[in-house]
């Protein structure tokens, strides 16, 4: 059995490519009804709170491996890991990024710090330190969709992103054959590292009619950001990454999603194509 953490982006896509490949997958969320399609495709829902480590005890119960996705705050991921050593577990994939413990973002300090947790738990693990998601740019849909223009704070910075579906077929594919991957890390990208002036050509492109794109400063990427829902203080982090994009902090590109997966990562192109009624024209 196959526990995974939550049915975010991430999460769901990973138990739905699990359950279609007969593979024993487990889910824990807090909603069930949100996460019907998944039960449906197959997967095992079980309702918890990581927080509690009652819940995550339960759901750990005969699991050989966890794909552990959060939002990265510290004390769940961390009870998943004791949760995780707790029940035997041979195997962690983390889902996380870039992190370092001096990091000026929080975020990328929350993930140093379970990171070095699940080190220290002497579990099998492996990270998966992927690059920025192309789904970030659904939070610019409607901008896209109503005005044909979209705006950032990244500048010209490039940035080797990586769609989330890819993310959630490599950590599929190594909690279900993890033997070659423990104690390895990956650092998962697209095919190619784009700015966000190439992303507006490439939308131009897909969706047939001309994208522009206009650099925000650091306030108003920040409240464009709480005006789309984000929570103010996660607008900020996300917010001090996205100006580190200006500064080259994602220009990466690697192979690691081909070798693992035997197959080419998603390029931006395809992603915008399979994604293209939520940037239509239509929408206004």
């Known amino acids: 059995m196959i526990l995974v953490t939550t049915a975010g982006k991430v999460g769901a896509e990973t138990a739905r490519l699990l359950a279609g490949q007969r593979e024993p997958v487990r889910i824990l969320v807090r909603d069930p009804v949100k996460a019907e399609p998944l039960a449906q495709a197959g997967a095992e829902v079980v309702v918890g709170d990581l927080g509690v480590p009652a819940t ?51 975020r990328r300090r929350d993930q140093a710090e379970i990171e070095n947790g699940l080190i220290a738990g002497g579990l099998g693990y492996t990270l998966l330190k992927n690059n920025a998601y192309m789904q970030n740019f659904l939070m610019s849909a409607p901008a896209i969709a109503g005005t044909s223009s979209f705006g950032s704070a990244a500048g010209d910075g490039r940035i080797g992103m990586i769609d989330t579906r890819d993310v959630a077929a490599v950590a599929a594919a190594i909690a279900s054959s993890p033997a070659d991957h423990v104690g390895k890390t990956y650092w998962p990208t697209g095919p190619e590292s784009l700015s966000y002036p190439d992303a507006a050509a490439v939308f131009s492109t897909v969706l047939g009619r001309p994208i522009t794109f206009h650099p925000l400063t650091y ?66």
């Open 219 to 284: 306030s108003e990427q920040k409240q464009a950001m709480v005006e789309a829902g984000v929570p103010e203080h996660i607008a900020e982090m996300n917010t001090q990454a996205i100006t580190l994009f200006a500064e080259g902090d994602s220009d990466w590109v690697t192979g690691d999603v081909p070798s693992i997966l035997g197959r080419p990562a998603r390029t931006f192109a395809q992603f915008v194509h399979d994604n293209a009624a939520a940037f239509s024209a239509s929408r206004r």
């Open 56 to 106: 995550v005890d339960a759901a750990m119960k005969g699991v050989s491996a966890v794909v552990l996705v959060s939002p990265a705050i510290p004390a769940e991921e961390l009870n998943v890991i004791a949760g995780a050593v707790r029940a035997g577990v041979g195997h962690v994939v983390k889902i996380t990024s870039k992190s370092s413990i001096d990091s000026p973002i929080a």
